[in-house]
């Protein structure tokens, strides 16, 4: 499996930004995803998954709605639109694919739940 971030940026304050996992190696539709970052000096942060249909999602509570996953089973992509961005976002953001089996997306919060990785893609939040 393959996972490629995108999106990337250096934005300001109040901005907004859209990040891009485009997948291949494994059949899409057949898995959750979700979306970390991870800023300097701290752990990975769990930020949102959605199910294999995009019926489901979950957020991390700090988030507090500022942002949205979705995906298009089609196009082998998954998005995470990011609005109203501060500096404390500043971080390198990953996707990743939710670990094959029926698990509950209430439990997608954790790295262990996860197999495949992409390789980052910074975000850079300042004036």
């Known amino acids: 499996v393959k996972l490629v971030e995108s999106g990337g940026d250096l934005v300001q304050p109040g901005g907004s930004l859209t990040l891009s996992c485009a997948a291949s190696?494994?059949?899409?539709?057949?898995?959750?995803m979700g979306w970390f970052r991870q800023a300097p000096g701290k752990e990975r942060e769990f930020l949102a998954a959605?199910?294999?249909?995009?019926?489901?999602?979950l957020y991390a509570d700090s988030l507090k709605g500022r942002f949205t996953i979705s995906r298009d089973n089609a196009k082998n992509t998954v998005w995470l639109r990011m609005n109203s961005l501060k500096p404390e976002d500043t971080a390198v953001y990953y996707c990743?694919?939710?670990?094959?089996?029926?698990?509950?997306?209430?439990?997608?919060?954790?790295?262990?739940?996860?197999?495949?990785w992409g390789q980052g893609t910074q975000v850079t939040v300042s004036s």
């Open positions: 959605i199910s294999w249909s995009g019926g489901s999602t």
């Open positions: 190696g494994r059949t899409f539709s057949s898995y959750a």
């Open positions: 990743a694919t939710v670990r094959p089996g029926d698990l509950s997306i209430a439990r997608m919060t954790s790295e262990k739940e996860y197999d495949y």
